[in-house]
């Protein structure tokens, strides 16, 4: 495999060809560092994106999505060493802002496969060679197309054609491609996979990717010792700050389109009986039966509901309707109307706040017995969780389901999302509230039955 730029001697090959198996020992400068990683999350970023508009249009084309790279997506390109210096050094650096959930490192890992093998096809590699540097044994078997043997053997390539007498297939031990089973259609003989050279990027892939999970898992065990060095923890903040930025951006463009226009005031109730992830369900509640919430309550639920597309007017209407049964007009204004502007960027330093992640509710204080800010999943007790379950009405083996990931909220998330809509496509939950709300919208639009899901106030 050689690749070079135009005007360059420098060549790729397999030695210097990305696999991330060293940790970066570079000095470079911070706020060059924190350039190269900010460009690796719009790269990120973008391979998301592209994930997602195929997930939810089978009518896209890669090509027709992938016109609209932008020039901050060039991580791609490995064309000098000062490129593929940079490429490790921000491989790492990303890590460790996705590293601390299962999920988190599972979605990582499935992004950064699909950026390594447009690699693997840019620069046309030789999947032969990498396979062995992969240190994954492989064998030769030449086959007569005329035998019965091959005549078994289901290959996916459509390479092989009744003018081809012999071919040359690959073997590779079963026990090296079983996170492929489920999904493949190899044919399998004596413990043994058998393929074609076009077809050995999958296994590659599947390699890199399982390789990077493990990553990522060493890395969430060191991050107390990585956070100790005050640079890095500093700018791990400031890319966590970008990321959250960049999430705003895309709830804006993206998750608002999908549900019909912006939420509005009249739709609130309906919502929060039906699509609210559950951390927004018992918000909702305790403010419906409070008629109060405290700071964190107030925060983590107004951005909600802002980037569900509430306009400002409409949650002061909100906010203040809820809480005239114990506030007078006159302290709403005076107390809680200038949080709600600032929240919206028109007060205080005008920032246009993103809604919570759900990485940043779980790192939210733990709440007193007045508060109702975080995530149930890790702030109820067991049985105040399951009576909360119940009270929604799912059934008894979806609430042993939930109650099994108790102790990892975002997979907890995602079997509530499950019970309450079986069979339906989501993106996201367990990540991201609004995501959450967006896959549950639509899900119960697809519904022909709602009220299996309604629940109605007593």
């Not at 994106?49 to 932008?70: E, F, G, M, P, R």
């Not at 296994?203 to 990585?226: D, G, M, Q, V």
């Not at 463009?253 to 927004?280: F, R, S």
């Not at 107030?298 to 400002?312: A, I, M």
Request: one cysteine or more; hydrophobic letters at 35%.
């Amino acid at each position: 495999m050689k690749s070079t730029k135009e005007g360059s001697k420098f060549t790729i090959n397999h030695s210097n060809f990305p696999l991330y198996n060293e940790l970066p020992n570079l000095k470079i400068q911070l706020d060059k560092t924190l350039k190269i990683c900010e460009q690796r999350l719009k790269l990120i970023d973008f391979y998301d994106q592209l994930s997602l508009q195929q997930t939810t249009n089978s009518n896209v084309k890669n090509q027709n999505i992938l016109k609209n790279k932008t020039e901050d997506t060039n991580l791609i390109d490995l064309y000098s060493e000062e490129n593929l210096s940079n490429d490790n050094l921000s491989f790492f650096l990303i890590a460790c802002l996705f590293c601390k959930t299962e999920l988190e490192r599972l979605w990582l890992a499935n992004i950064e496969t699909k950026i390594y093998e447009e690699r693997l096809q840019k620069f046309n590699v030789d999947t032969i060679n990498l396979l062995s540097i992969m240190k994954i044994p492989i064998q030769f078997e030449k086959l007569m197309t005329s035998d019965t043997k091959y005549k078994l053997i289901n290959f996916r390539s459509n390479i092989l054609t009744n003018e081809i007498k012999e071919v040359e297939v690959i073997k590779i031990p079963f026990e090296y491609v079983l996170n492929l089973v489920p999904s493949m259609e190899f044919h399998i003989q004596k413990g043994f996979v058998y393929i074609t050279r076009a077809e050995a990027i999958s296994i590659i892939c599947n390699n890199f990717k399982e390789e990077c999970i493990k990553k990522y898992t060493n890395i969430n065990k060191s991050l107390e010792r990585i956070n100790s060095d005050i640079r890095i923890s500093n700018l791990l903040k400031d890319l966590e700050k970008e990321r959250e930025e960049n999430k705003i951006r895309n709830l804006k463009k993206d998750t608002l389109k999908n549900i019909d226009g912006k939420v509005t005031l009249e739709d609130i109730e309906y919502h929060a009986q039906n699509n609210y992830p559950l951390c927004m369900y018992v918000i909702h509640k305790n403010l419906t039966n409070d008629s109060h919430l405290k700071h964190n309550g107030r925060l983590q639920y107004s951005l909600f509901l802002k980037g569900l597309g509430l306009s400002l007017n409409d949650s002061l209407k909100f906010w203040q309707n809820k809480f005239s049964a114990k506030t007078s007009l006159d302290k709403f204004n005076k107390d809680y109307a200038y949080n709600l502007r600032h929240t919206y960027g028109l007060e205080g330093k005008r920032s246009d706040y993103p809604p919570y992640s759900c990485s940043k509710i779980l790192a939210l204080p733990l709440p007193n017995m007045q508060e109702s800010h975080g995530c149930p999943f890790k702030t109820f007790s067991d049985d105040k969780l399951k009576s909360l379950l119940y009270e929604l009405r799912l059934k008894e083996l979806d609430v042993s389901k939930i109650m099994e990931k108790k102790k990892e909220p975002p997979i907890a998330c995602i079997k509530f999302f499950e019970a309450r809509f079986p069979d339906t496509p989501f993106e996201k939950v367990g990540v991201h509230p609004n995501y959450y709300f967006e896959s549950a919208y639509k899900g119960l639009k697809k519904k022909k039955n709602k009220s299996s899901i309604v629940i109605e106030d007593n």
